[in-house]
């Protein structure tokens, strides 16, 4: 086994991105291995058969295949910045919203862009239920600038990803539609150093040949 985890990720996947943003954040290092859904690693589908990224092993063997789990176990080792204690609220609230913002908004996102992946989905009425869902968030951001205080903490780091989805899969849209303090939100967060490390380089697909590519890099 090598001494650091072994991550692997798709650069693009919204799950991979908030399991990256806490690794950079915690100051973990991990060996990264970027996958190609088509043709995933034999050896990720050995230790996760789910088939999912991220997924990360540590050095003693242990496997965390959950995006949301993966964050806690980072930042409960090393949190300078504070995402577990946020301003206002406590973790417990935090957890509840992600859970809350990953169930609802997550099933009308995918039904959106994905339409025709889901039979009789239709995406104008999964994107208004999107949108309504988002109101939850603007109404937090009204009390303070993010949504658990006056700096960003767990919540906000663990949500923006799918935001970003949401609002790329038809940006004008977003634009005219989408709470404004939550499109403020969402651009203050895609303009953070953080965001700039797990998103700014294209990483190439591993193979097993590759020398070891390390996240963040040093």
């Given at each position: 086994m090598p001494s650091e985890p072994l991550l692997y990720s798709f650069r693009r996947c919204p799950y991979a991105?908030?399991?990256?943003?806490?690794?950079?954040?915690?100051?973990?290092?991990?060996?990264?291995?970027?996958?190609?859904?088509?043709?995933?690693?034999?050896?990720?589908?050995?230790?996760?058969?789910?088939?999912?990224?991220?997924?990360?092993?540590?050095?003693?063997?242990?496997?965390?295949?959950?995006?949301?789990?993966?964050?806690?176990?980072?930042?409960?080792?090393?949190?300078?910045?504070?995402?577990?204690?946020?301003?206002?609220?406590?973790?417990?609230e935090m957890l509840a919203l992600i859970v809350e913002m990953d169930g609802p908004f997550k099933h009308h996102l995918d039904r959106y862009k994905y339409a025709t992946r889901y039979e009789g989905a239709d995406p104008d009425t999964h994107y208004a239920a999107a949108i309504q869902e988002l109101g939850k968030l603007e109404q937090r951001l009204e009390a303070s600038s993010y949504l658990f205080g006056g700096r960003p903490a767990l919540a906000d780091q663990a949500l923006f990803p799918f935001v970003r989805q949401f609002c790329n899969a038809d940006k004008e849209r977003f634009t005219i539609s989408a709470p404004k303090r939550v499109q403020q939100w969402l651009e203050d967060r895609m303009g953070t150093p953080e965001f700039a490390q797990v998103f700014g380089t294209k990483w190439k697909p591993w193979k097993p040949e590759d020398p070891i590519t390390y996240f963040p890099a040093g």
């Amino acid at each position: 086994m090598p001494s650091e985890p072994l991550l692997y990720s798709f650069r693009r996947c919204p799950y991979a991105m908030r399991a990256r943003l806490a690794l950079v954040a915690s100051n973990t290092t991990c060996q990264l291995r970027e996958i190609v859904l088509r043709d995933k690693p034999a050896h990720m589908l050995e230790i996760s058969p789910k088939g999912t990224v991220p997924v990360i092993q540590l050095a003693d063997g242990t496997v965390i295949e959950e995006s949301l789990d993966i964050m806690l176990w980072a930042l409960r080792r090393n949190d300078p910045q504070g995402w577990l204690t946020p301003e206002e609220g406590a973790l417990d609230e935090m957890l509840a919203l992600i859970v809350e913002m990953d169930g609802p908004f997550k099933h009308h996102l995918d039904r959106y862009k994905y339409a025709t992946r889901y039979e009789g989905a239709d995406p104008d009425t999964h994107y208004a239920a999107a949108i309504q869902e988002l109101g939850k968030l603007e109404q937090r951001l009204e009390a303070s600038s993010y949504l658990f205080g006056g700096r960003p903490a767990l919540a906000d780091q663990a949500l923006f990803p799918f935001v970003r989805q949401f609002c790329n899969a038809d940006k004008e849209r977003f634009t005219i539609s989408a709470p404004k303090r939550v499109q403020q939100w969402l651009e203050d967060r895609m303009g953070t150093p953080e965001f700039a490390q797990v998103f700014g380089t294209k990483w190439k697909p591993w193979k097993p040949e590759d020398p070891i590519t390390y996240f963040p890099a040093g």
